[in-house]
C-alpha cells in the first residue's frame, strides 16, 4: 500500500511559540490531506481537509488561524500550530488517499504535541 | 444529530474465539464504511472496505458486514490471536471526500 511519512513523532515545546509538523505521501501524489486530532483514549476528531493549491477546508470549532494549514504540492501538507498553549497538546495525525487504492485512507505515523 | 458508536468501549475474548464488534450510526447515509486498526501511539491501518451496496466482504480472518436498513456494520475477527489486540474503529464515508471516525473499540484477546 502507499506510504505516508509524518515529521516529527515527537515534539515538545515552550507555551507560545509554534510548531510544524509535516506530512509527505511518499509513493503516490495527494490532491487531499487530511488532519486529525486525538486525544488519549479517544477517536480521531477531523480537524481540516487539506487541498493541493487551495485553502484548507476546516471543521466546525476548530481555529483556522490557529491550526494553519498549507498544502503546497501533491505530496506535502504542513500544519502550523500557532501560539501553542498546553491544551493544544494532542497527536496529531495526517491521511491521504490514494484514488487509484479504491478510497482507502493512508495515515501517517502521527506527531505527540507537548506544550509545556 | 449525527452520531457514530461502537459496541463497547473494551472487549476481551479468549484466543481462537471469533471477535464480533459492532458500529452503529444515526443520521449519516454513508456510500461505504471502513475499518481500521490502531496500535498504542500509531496512526491507524486500513482494514476493509464495504460498499453500500455490498452485505458481506472478507479478507482472510476478517469479515465486515454493512446493512443499511439497520445502519450497522459488523466486523469479526475468526480464530482470534494475541496479536489481532489493538483498537479497532469504524469509518464512515462522508461527503464523498472524508470520514467520520467511530470511538473505537479496544479489543483484548487472551492467550
Known amino acids: 500500500g502507499a506510504v505516508v511519512s509524518q515529521h516529527p513523532s515527537r515534539v515538545i515545546c515552550k507555551s507560545g511559540t509554534s510548531v510544524k509538523i509535516e506530512c509527505r505521501s511518499l509513493?503516490?501524489?495527494?490532491?487531499?490531506m487530511f488532519w486529525y486530532r486525538q486525544f488519549p483514549k479517544q477517536s480521531l476528531m477531523l480537524m481540516a481537509t487539506?487541498?493541493?493549491?487551495?485553502?484548507?477546508?476546516?471543521e466546525q470549532g476548530v481555529e483556522k488561524d490557529k491550526f494553519l494549514i498549507n498544502h503546497a504540492s501533491l505530496t506535502l501538507s504542513t500544519l502550523t500550530v500557532t501560539s501553542a498553549h498546553p491544551e493544544d497538546s494532542s497527536f496529531y495525525i495526517c491521511?491521504?488517499?490514494?484514488?487509484?487504492?479504491?478510497?482507502?485512507?493512508?495515515f501517517g505515523e502521527g506527531s505527540r504535541l507537548t506544550v509545556l | 444529530s449525527q452520531k457514530i458508536e461502537q459496541n463497547s468501549e473494551a472487549l476481551n475474548i479468549q484466543e481462537g474465539k471469533t471477535a464480533t464488534l459492532t458500529c452503529n450510526y444515526t443520521?449519516?447515509?454513508?456510500?461505504?464504511l471502513q475499518w481500521y486498526r490502531q496500535d498504542p501511539g500509531r496512526g491507524p491501518v486500513f482494514l476493509l472496505l464495504i460498499r453500500e451496496n455490498e452485505k458481506e466482504k472478507r479478507k482472510e480472518r476478517l469479515k465486515v458486514t454493512f446493512d443499511t436498513t439497520l445502519k450497522q456494520s459488523l466486523f469479526h475477527i475468526t480464530a482470534s490471536q494475541p496479536a489481532d489486540s489493538a483498537t479497532y474503529l469504524c469509518a464512515l464515508e462522508r461527503d464523498g471526500q472524508n470520514f467520520v471516525f467511530g470511538p473505537g473499540t479496544r479489543l483484548s484477546v487472551l492467550p
Open positions: 491521511s491521504a488517499r490514494d484514488v487509484g487504492e479504491g478510497g482507502e485512507l493512508f
Open positions: 443520521n449519516y447515509s454513508p456510500a461505504y
Open positions: 509513493d503516490f501524489q495527494a490532491t487531499t
Open positions: 487539506s487541498n493541493e493549491g487551495s485553502k484548507a477546508t476546516y
